[in-house]
């Protein structure tokens, strides 16, 4: 493990101890979940659970390093260990269990608050007052929380109010941090889809070929892009061995099938079929990707948003194939789930309003004027467009949240602190 990684987190609620809130500590590691959400959605079937003893394990020599264990999982737990380029989690210590130990955080607690038992969960209950509720058993079971000390009076009595501003509503702590810069690679990737798929579909409905050389320099840019991601991208082909669950193995199967697709339509065989083929696995490569982030755990991110994949590339399509009526309407659907995701989340700094002007006034309202003046032709419109959707998509992976219990928890106690 890189230094620094903790598979096993302590987390306190309430760190001020503050009198009139609860006070208490977590140990937090993996749950080894009845019905793992990781197991499930691991694209390369990396994860897997004991059927003895259920404890849920990452197999290093499978693992791809594709991190998305980390946005099922509603605690937490799978860290991404740099140096291995693959995802590690507690496992239970099962190779000492095994040989008839207890796990290692057990042997080491002083107090003996960690312990292992193979226990029924039919008859476990949820005891931990501002546990977050993760619908995944087991639940979390605390006997003895809350102890004395300075009250919320005397608190907000010592700290100057800005202090007491920063803590109680700076923003949330995110274990697993999803943003433009660490995931530039998606972002390029998800907007490539809908480049890629409106060209394509534009210009079959058109009845015309595109150059096959630009087509497929943009798709082997899309796979080189889509690999960067990856940990491990000498092991990329055991994407797809998770098809019947996963949303990445259907993305990438389906992405595959749109390029062989389209390679035979470009190359003027089996027309139309496979353009009809390339047009159908295009809409099931943006819905498979629209539904892995909606799938995370705790996305606050609505499936239908103004960034979503496939509604971008009907948009593209609409535009391309110079269908006017669906390119309004579709515009006036985007710039309804934009500003309601705006009021959601709030508008935020000076350069987000000027964002979110931009991308209404430039990305939308503007190629929507001129196109209704003058028609869909000129290189103004298309590069609007796409600024505009490159703005969305960027403010998209700013708002959208992966919460872990630690941000659930602070949430709740900076609440309690303000009532
Ligand atoms: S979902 Fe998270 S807590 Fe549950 S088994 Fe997977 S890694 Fe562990
Ligand atoms: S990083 Fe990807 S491949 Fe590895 S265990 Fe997690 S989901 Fe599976």
New binding site residues.
């Given amino acids: 493990m890189d230094p620094g990684s903790n598979l096993r987190d302590v987390l306190t609620y309430n760190p001020l101890i503050i009198s009139d809130i609860p006070h208490y500590h977590l140990s937090m590691a993996c749950n080894h979940c009845l019905e793992p959400p990781?197991e499930e959605?691991?694209?390369?079937k990396?994860?897997r659970k004991d059927p003895e003893s259920g404890i849920v394990i990452?197999d290093d020599t499978?693992?791809?390093?594709?991190?998305?264990?980390?946005w099922v999982c509603p605690y937490g737990a799978?860290e991404?260990d740099i140096s291995e380029g693959?995802?590690k989690k507690c496992d239970l210590c099962h190779e000492r269990i095994s040989s008839g130990f207890r796990p290692a955080c057990e042997t080491v607690c002083p107090t003996g608050a960690l312990q292992t038992q193979l226990i029924d969960p039919e008859t476990v209950e949820q005891k931990v007052p501002f546990f977050p509720e993760t619908g995944i058993s087991p639940a979390i079971s605390i006997e003895k929380p809350g102890r004395p000390s300075a009250s919320k009076q005397q608190y907000i009595n010592t700290y100057p109010e800005e202090i007491l501003k920063s803590y109680s509503s700076g923003p949330d702590v995110k274990v697993v941090d999803v943003s433009l810069k660490r995931e530039w690679t998606l972002f390029m990737f998800t907007l490539l889809i809908s480049v890629l798929g409106a060209v394509f579909g534009g210009n079959f409905l058109a009845g015309k070929n595109i150059d096959p050389v630009i087509f497929g320099v943009s798709a082997i840019s899309g796979i080189v892009i889509s690999l960067i991601h990856l940990?491990k991208k000498s092991r990329s082909f055991?994407i797809i061995r998770n098809f019947s669950n996963s949303w990445i193995s259907r993305e990438s199967v389906f992405f595959a099938l749109f390029l062989s697709f389209s390679f035979l339509s470009l190359s003027g065989k089996l027309n139309p079929f496979s353009g009809i083929a390339g047009m159908i696995t295009i809409y099931l490569t943006a819905f498979s990707a629209d539904m892995i982030y909606s799938r995370s755990a705790g996305a606050r991110m609505e499936l239908f948003h103004s960034a979503q994949i496939t509604l971008t590339l009907s948009f593209f399509l609409c535009y391309i194939t110079g269908f006017i009526t669906g390119f309004i309407i579709l515009s006036v659907i985007k710039v309804s789930l934009y500003l309601r995701r705006k009021v959601s989340y709030g508008f935020g700094s000076s350069i987000q309003i000027l964002l979110t002007l931009f991308r209404i006034i430039a990305g939308l309202a503007i190629p929507s004027v001129l196109i209704l003046l003058t028609g869909a032709g000129g290189i103004i419109i298309p590069i609007l467009l796409l600024a505009g959707e490159m703005t969305d998509r960027g403010e998209f992976y700013y708002e959208f949240d992966i919460l872990s219990p630690r941000d659930v928890m602070n949430n709740y106690f900076n609440r309690e602190l303000l009532k």
Avoid: D, H, W
């Fill in positions: 990781c959605q691991c694209p390369a990396a994860i990452i499978l693992c791809i390093g594709c991190t998305y264990c980390s799978p991404f693959i995802m940990g055991r």
